[in-house]
């Protein structure tokens, strides 16, 4: 009897083994395949990225060369800063047009704008263009140097 319980336990204890074994298994592929996931998506996310800093290089070379308007530049500029959550880290190197889009970020647009009444539009106009002729140097001293904008490692 003493041996049919030892056999017993050897086989539980194979058995068990096995078990265990193809378990490490499942969790070295998950393991795996995790890491795998996760570099495609940084990947991904990479190249994102940085066809979004080159369309912010692009609209800066625009601004600078007058083949887009000062204000539409600094609008989609920020706003594809705050798109890569950059635009806290950026705006002190760029002052002048982060100064412009406050000033006129609560402006509507497209159908919003064509909603209002004329002298309601005149009026943020008349406010759009006097902040673009008082800012208009450092905007685009600011677009310049957005040009060759490559970001700076992260601590």
């Given at each position: 009897m003493s041996t049919a319980l030892i056999i017993l336990g050897l086989i539980v204890i194979v058995a068990l083994s096995g078990y265990a074994t193809s378990l490490l298994l499942r969790l070295r592929r998950q393991t795996h395949s995790q890491r795998e996931a996760a570099l495609l998506r940084k990947a991904e996310a990479d190249a994102k990225r940085?066809?979004?800093?080159?369309?912010?290089?692009?609209?800066?070379?625009?601004?600078?060369e007058e083949r887009c308007e000062i204000s539409e530049g600094v609008v989609r500029i920020v706003?594809?800063?705050?798109?890569?959550?950059?635009?806290?880290?950026?705006?002190?190197?760029?002052?002048?047009?982060?100064?412009h889009f406050?000033?006129?970020k609560a402006h509507p647009i497209m159908e919003a704008?064509?909603?209002?009444?004329?002298?309601?539009?005149?009026?943020?106009?008349?406010?759009?263009?006097?902040?673009?002729?008082?800012?208009?140097?450092?905007?685009?001293?600011?677009?310049?140097k957005l040009m060759d904008y490559r970001p700076k490692a992260m601590h």
């Open positions: 940085a066809g979004v800093l080159d369309d912010i290089r692009y609209i800066a070379t625009a601004m600078v706003k594809l800063f705050e798109a890569i959550s950059l635009s806290e880290r950026v705006s002190p190197d760029y002052p002048t047009l982060f100064m406050d000033r006129i704008r064509q909603a209002l009444p004329k002298q309601e539009r005149m009026k943020l106009d008349l406010a759009r263009m006097k902040s673009e002729a008082e800012l208009e140097e450092g905007i685009l001293h600011d677009a310049r």
